[in-house]
């Protein structure tokens, strides 16, 4: 079974126990094996670390007896030289393309893990575009430099571009691993959003969980709903959105109430201050018509003196405006002239500045710079030209650039080789006839030598009688000739005791030696050795040291000293082996280094080319055409050079015409400044089209002009003193007709004042009037008297009025009624329709009608609120009961020991139920008018009773023992609770064995996984399942996950001391974790086989077999 993606491996560098090793993962089933304390737990704690990046949610899946032991920092080896380590994953999105994705785990507490991805394409900020796969996988050498040092995260992006061309890109801080997070999701690598808080916790606790770390409590309700469910922000969006909208429903509602009560006392008391208003008002006119007669026959009267005295200041004031458009004319014509000079000047001062940028200074520095990049370049060429001629071409230049640099590194690798220590022993080792060849010669002779010596020191043992009760030392002291058959059986049972010994597994003795030494029965070469109903089969001693008894002792002693010089040979040549191979693997021997040993000579002789550079070939690369131009190039520069100087001369003349010219501009602009404070609206443009004329040409007027201006100016010098004469003569005159005037506007002033009054505070108009010829003062006094009468008593009841509305108030201050220092305007109209708005008194009754029936739709507004926000509640509600109602059918269908049933007990609350959203429902579609749920005065909103206060009362009128608060309310989960258990096929509860418990909280997870999350079907990305202390785990249970993890397409990964096998035809990989004698921290390379139920074979070789099959496939 193969489906994408999948983890095709996970690799360690520099991790404590595992140190660098490269584990392929199978598509369905991975073992790792080992005693305790090899590491196993730690491949969990690393899965989980790669995916959860962050300290304070990743939880390791044992503590052992110290809590600090199980930290990040101690991850990595503990050695002086390693600071941080690596672990990564090999995700392969389809056949032979990979993504890598993993963490540098740092040996401090102050650095946080860093998160990476590798891949073959460069751009990880457009989230549009996918990661790019690479072909070929990654392994822990390749975070491993040639000295064997562990590269930082600069070095191996360094090298990873180098030598792979793909690109790595790291995440810091928390808002960056949720980009990592963010790549993984939309990359398909991982099924789940982890920016999403919920996802990233409940996938974190399916992990530590599977790794046996305690942070799901399942016997909490809380708890288990968090890990299971999602929250669902929908209902709380929805609510938000809706809340101020059903909070204004309610406000309208009890708004109309009172706008009710409140029209009708201003109808009551508007209509008595209407008829006040009307007696005041006929006061008011009668007043002021008979006040503005008066003053307007006052008005008459002054107007006649001061019109015969405005004929005499007339004629003064004609003499000067005569004077004064005369002198208004030549100031125009001379500030025409000093504009049109100034623009003269202008472009001649443009022109010469057009001329500067060639000569100006910043010209001739760039110039100059330009000259010695020429120069620069040129000699360059120069020095390169021998490359050209000596190669010729772009291409054979770059390949004898590659060339050097491989010869150079070859004679790195020689020199480092030749000084290694065992390089004498290396010249005449197998190792120079070739490196397979060579690894398998000394593996094979190893095992040999280990084997030769351990047989040789047991023999050696017997020899030297360190066992006295043993068969063979009794034999010894027995001093008798043995038969060849005898001496068999006695080689054959040796160790065995001759006494009986204590009960322990393993141990034999005989109490009758020389019975069990004639207990046989020949057979060719060999002999059936019988012990009692059970015979075995052994082949004669090939050397016999018991058939003369005169020599026996003579004959033990010379075997034994032969076995300790054999001893001696084989622990010698076993130990150079060793030296050997650890002195190679040190400086990195592989068949390459065999190779450029074998050609030594070539690589020593080889001559290295002072010019091929990186730096220079990059040059020729980018300018190989400039090569065939150099003489043209040359002499370039020279005219520059030249130019340069021709430019210099040029600037000298420049700035002496611009001195000359700005002397004639300078006072030129003093005397424009002063003239057009003369004039009313200066014309600042002129009709000179002097853009096309030279600038010769342009001097030669710019001189004519300066000397029509002088002349000009004499002119209007004098015209100016016969204006100011015109104007004294003027003043004069009007000074005499002062008093005249005074009188004059005093009358007209009053009457106005009068007339304004009339118009403005009644609807009478003066013009309209007829005339009063008889009216006096007297007169106009009796009828001021009524007016203030009627006015004071019209204010008093305004005021009262205006006191009894909030609108109106005085200490409002409505601009309306009142002006800025808070008095009011008495405008009966105003006031009306400040109380009234636009419907006036005789709208009121058809207002309050449109009032209540707007009340009658308020409560089926609210209960459509409600009800959409509750719908919700009612539907995610559902939808978790029918979630748990299909784990339970999944956890049917695999039970716990294939007899228990683990269940997830869905139970309502007893003390409020979420059949309260219906029975608002039915309650809200009966009372549709009147009071309903509602309309009750205290729910009113206020800081107190808001509709988060309604929603709570309402649900109060159902379960009234219940006080929870909207959010409560809102939240589904708060309307029931989970409680676990496993049973028997009867209902009989199982408490469970550990193994049982561990099953159930593993089949838990999956379920999580596999079941609840959404969307599970159709985001694809990696899926696994890591169990545990399988110690604690029986067959029938172990069983259920292979099962499971092909039925949901999982990769399962198993920790246990021994390996499980299988009752099927089924697969697997198992890496066999081996404790290292010398160093505690470091294991041995693991053994990694290819399992079935009937076949066991080397990873290494089943791979090999594989890429064979598919090699044949292709061909």
């Known amino acids: 079974m193969s489906s994408y993606p999948k983890i095709y491996s996970i690799s360690t560098v520099g991790v404590r126990q595992h140190e660098n090793a490269d584990y392929l993962l199978h598509d369905v089933r991975t073992d790792f094996t080992g005693n305790n304390g090899l590491g196993k737990s730690l491949i969990a704690d690393l899965l989980q670390l790669i995916f959860i990046p962050l300290r304070d949610e990743w939880k390791p899946g044992t503590e052992g007896l110290d809590k600090d032991d199980r930290k990040i920092e101690t991850i990595p080896l503990e050695r002086d030289w390693i600071s941080h380590a690596y672990c990564f994953l090999n995700i392969e999105k389809s056949k032979g393309k990979f993504i890598t994705i993993g963490i540098l785990i740092p040996r401090t507490s102050r650095v946080p893990v860093r998160p990476f991805i590798v891949q073959k394409g460069d751009d990880f900020e457009n989230k549009k575009v996918a990661l790019k796969p690479f072909e070929q996988p990654l392994n822990s050498e390749d975070f491993i430099a040639e000295n064997l040092h562990i590269y930082d995260l600069t070095e191996l992006k360094r090298n990873l571009k180098k030598k792979h061309d793909i690109y790595l890109k790291d995440f810091f801080q928390r808002e960056q691993v949720n980009e990592y997070f963010e790549l993984l999701f939309k990359n398909h690598i991982l099924p789940f959003d982890l920016t999403k808080e919920a996802n990233l916790k409940s996938f974190a606790k399916v992990l530590q969980s599977f790794a046996k770390a305690k942070t799901l409590k399942i016997t909490d309700s809380r708890s288990l709903q968090n890990f299971l469910f999602e929250d669902d922000e929908d209902i709380k969006t929805t609510f938000d959105n809706q809340k101020e909208i059903l909070n204004q429903h309610i406000r309208n509602f009890h708004r109309a109430d009172q706008e009710i009560k409140i029209w009708e006392r201003k109808q009551e008391l508007l209509e008595h201050l209407k008829g006040n208003h009307e007696t005041y008002v006929k006061a008011k006119e009668s007043y002021f018509s008979k006040n503005a007669h008066l003053l307007f026959k006052n008005k008459l009267e002054g107007t006649k003196a001061f019109e015969e005295n405005e004929k005499i200041k007339n004629k003064a004031f004609d003499e000067y405006n005569n004077a004064k458009g005369t002198y208004e004319t030549q100031c125009r014509e001379s500030y025409a002239k000093m504009i049109e000079q100034k623009e003269i000047c202008n472009e001649i001062r443009s022109k010469l500045e057009d001329e500067q940028p060639e000569a100006g200074k910043q010209n001739i520095e760039k110039l100059k710079l330009q000259l010695d990049k020429n120069k620069e370049f040129n000699k360059r060429l120069e020095n390169l030209s021998s490359v050209i001629e000596q190669f010729k071409t772009l291409d054979l230049i770059k390949s004898a650039f590659d060339n050097q640099e491989k010869v150079k590194q070859q004679k790195s690798k020689l020199n480092q080789l030749r000084t290694c220590s065992h390089y004498k022993k290396f010249e005449t080792s197998k190792w120079i006839d070739g490196c397979e060849s060579a690894y398998e010669y000394y593996n094979q002779r190893n095992l040999f030598l280990q084997e030769k010596i351990e047989t040789l020191k047991e023999i050696l043992t017997l020899y030297e009688g360190k066992n006295p009760d043993s068969i063979f030392h009794w034999a010894v002291k027995q001093k008798s000739a043995l038969t060849i058959e005898q001496e068999t059986v006695l080689m054959a049972f040796k160790e065995i005791y001759i006494k009986k010994i204590e009960a322990k597994n393993g141990n034999k003795f005989s109490l009758n030696p020389k019975a069990l030494l004639n207990s046989y029965e020949r057979d060719g070469n060999g002999i059936w050795i019988v012990l009692g109903e059970v015979s075995e089969y052994f082949e004669l001693v090939p050397k016999q040291l018991f058939n003369d008894k005169d020599k026996l002792e003579k004959a033990i002693e010379s075997d034994r000293e032969v076995i300790r010089n054999e001893i001696i040979v084989y622990e010698r040549e076993l130990r150079e082996n060793r030296e050997l191979n650890a002195g190679l693997i040190q400086i990195g021997l592989n068949q390459e280094l065999i190779d450029i040993y074998i050609n030594r000579s070539q690589i020593e002789e080889f001559e290295i080319v002072k010019f091929l550079t990186e730096e220079n070939i990059q040059f020729i690369e980018d300018n190989f055409d400039s090569f065939s131009k150099l003489k043209t190039l040359i002499e370039e520069s020279k005219e520059l050079d030249d130019k340069i100087t021709d430019i210099i001369k040029k600037t000298d003349r420049i700035e002496s015409s611009l001195k000359e010219n700005t002397k004639v501009l300078t006072p030129l602009l003093t005397d424009i400044n002063e003239l057009k404070s003369e004039l009313q609206q200066p014309i600042d443009k002129t009709g000179l089209n002097i853009k096309e004329i030279s600038k010769e040409q342009l001097v030669e007027m710019r001189d004519e002009r300066e000397k029509e201006i002088r002349q000009a100016e004499k002119i209007r010098q004098s015209t100016k003193k016969k204006r100011d004469d015109s104007l004294s003569a003027f003043n004069n005159a009007k000074s005499q007709t002062y008093s005249l005037k005074l009188a004059k506007e005093s009358s007209e002033s009053n009457f106005n004042i009068a007339k304004r009054n009339l118009e403005e505070q009644t609807d009478l108009q003066f013009d309209e009037l007829l005339t009063l010829g008889d009216i006096t003062e007297e007169t106009v006094y009796i009828f001021k008297e009524e007016f203030d009468s009627s006015e004071k008593m019209y204010q008093q009841e305004y005021m009262t009025v205006a006191a009894t509305f909030d609108e109106s108030k005085p200490e409002k201050k409505n601009p309306e009624l009142y002006d800025g220092n808070g008095i009011s305007y008495y405008s009966y109209q105003t006031l009306e329709n400040v109380l009234c708005g636009k419907i006036g008194l005789s709208g009121l009754t058809k207002e309050l009608n449109q009032l209540n029936t707007q009340l009658l739709t308020l409560g089926e507004l609210q209960l459509k609120?409600?009800?959409?926000?509750?719908?919700?509640?009612?539907?995610?509600?559902?939808?978790?009961?029918?979630?748990?109602?299909?784990?339970?059918?999944?956890?049917?269908?695999?039970?716990?020991?294939?007899?228990?049933?683990?269940?997830?007990?869905?139970?309502?609350?007893?003390?409020?139920?979420?059949?309260?959203?219906?029975?608002?429902?039915?309650?809200?579609?009966?009372?549709?008018?009147?009071?309903?749920?509602?309309?009750?005065?205290?729910?009113?909103?206020?800081?107190?009773?808001?509709?988060?206060?309604?929603?709570?009362?309402?649900?109060?009128?159902?379960?009234?023992?219940?006080?929870a608060d909207t959010s409560q309310l809102l939240n589904p989960k708060f309307y029931f609770s989970l409680k676990v258990r496993m049973e028997d096929e009867k209902g009989k509860k199982n408490t469970g064995s550990g193994g049982q418990a561990y099953t159930a909280l593993a089949l838990l997870c999956i379920g999580r996984l596999s079941i609840v999350q959404k969307y599970q079907e159709i985001n694809q990305g990696v899926k696994f399942i890591i169990i545990e202390e399988l110690s604690n785990i029986d067959d029938t249970n172990f069983n259920i996950f292979p099962d499971i993890a092909k039925q949901f397409g999982y990769q399962l990964l198993t920790m246990t001391p021994k390996p499980f096998g299988s009752y099927t035809n089924d697969e697997w990989y198992l890496h066999m974790l081996v404790k290292g004698k010398q160093d505690k921290d470091r294991n041995y390379t693991p053994m990694s086989f290819f399992k079935t139920k009937f076949r066991k074979v080397e990873l290494d070789k089943h791979i090999q077999e594989q890429n064979e099959v598919e090699s044949i496939k292709t061909t």
């Open 865 to 963: 609120i409600l009800t959409n926000v509750f719908g919700l509640v009612e539907k995610q509600y559902k939808t978790y009961e029918d979630t748990v109602r299909r784990l339970n059918f999944f956890f049917e269908k695999n039970k716990v020991s294939d007899a228990f049933q683990f269940k997830v007990g869905f139970e309502s609350r007893k003390d409020i139920n979420i059949d309260w959203i219906e029975k608002m429902k039915a309650r809200g579609r009966v009372h549709k008018e009147g009071a309903d749920l509602f309309t009750l005065p205290e729910d009113f909103p206020s800081n107190e009773n808001t509709p988060e206060n309604l929603i709570r009362n309402i649900a109060k009128k159902f379960y009234g023992s219940v006080n």
